[in-house]
Structure formats: structure tokens, C-alpha cells
């Protein structure tokens, strides 16, 4: 069992900027994956992004080059830095895990089992 806490959602201007975070405890060493995944009210969770322990990563198009994930393992910490956030960001935001690997950096929902309580994240124009 993996427990996640995501910390570090508020609300910011247009142009502002967040970092979220997610503590990992427990069974983590197992973990493949880890994301970051939002929901928009009246919207399907959507995938922002994912990463591996060897640093890889990818990225949903529409924060591609705003947003930065990365993950420090002895901290068992995970993090969504976003810069120039934009209304349309505005969602419940969502950390996640899977020790599933079949599919390489996935961002499907459905593949991952592990799920914090999420933190908001409100932009204003």
C-alpha cells in the first residue's frame, strides 16, 4: 500500500506560479510511476504529468514547457512546479502512483492505483 498527501495548491493570478507536492509513504519502493493528474469541475481527470525514478518524463500538451515534474527520492516527495498558470488550469489536482509498467510513462487514469485526497488550485484572470 502507498499513501500519497498532495500539499501547495491556492489560488494566483494569471501568469502566477505554484509548486505543488506529494508525500509518499509506505510500500513506495515498488512504485513505477508517479503523476499528477487534475479535474476540472464538470470535467474527465485529465493527465498533466508523469515521471520515473530515472528522471524521465512527459508532459500533457497543454502545459508542455509551463509545467515541470520531478521527484526526489530520498524524500520520497514528488512535484508539479507550474509557471505562467492560465485560468484553464483551474482544477483539483491529484497525485498518483502505479507499480504497474507495462505502458511506458503513462497518463491514463485507469492505469495507476494509488491516489491522494488532491489539492485546488484556482487561477484568476
Known amino acids: 500500500q502507498v499513501q500519497l498527501v498532495e500539499s501547495g495548491g491556492g489560488a494566483v493570478q494569471s501568469g502566477g506560479s505554484l509548486r505543488l507536492s506529494c508525500a509518499a509513504s509506505g510500500d513506495t519502493d515498488h512504485s513505477a510511476y508517479m503523476a499528477w493528474f487534475r479535474q476540472a469541475p464538470g470535467k474527465e481527470r485529465e493527465g498533466v504529468a508523469v515521471?520515473?525514478?530515472?528522471?524521465?518524463?512527459k508532459y500533457a500538451e497543454s502545459v508542455q514547457g509551463r509545467f515541470t515534474i520531478s521527484q526526489d527520492v530520498a524524500k520520497n516527495t514528488l512535484y508539479l512546479q507550474m509557471n505562467s498558470l492560465k485560468p484553464e488550469d483551474t482544477a483539483m489536482y491529484y497525485c498518483a502512483a502505479t507499480e504497474e509498467s507495462r505502458v511506458w510513462l503513462p497518463l491514463m487514469s485507469i492505469r495507476y492505483n494509488y491516489w491522494g485526497q488532491g489539492t485546488r488550485v484556482t487561477v484568476s484572470s
Open positions: 515521471t520515473d525514478s530515472s528522471g524521465n518524463t
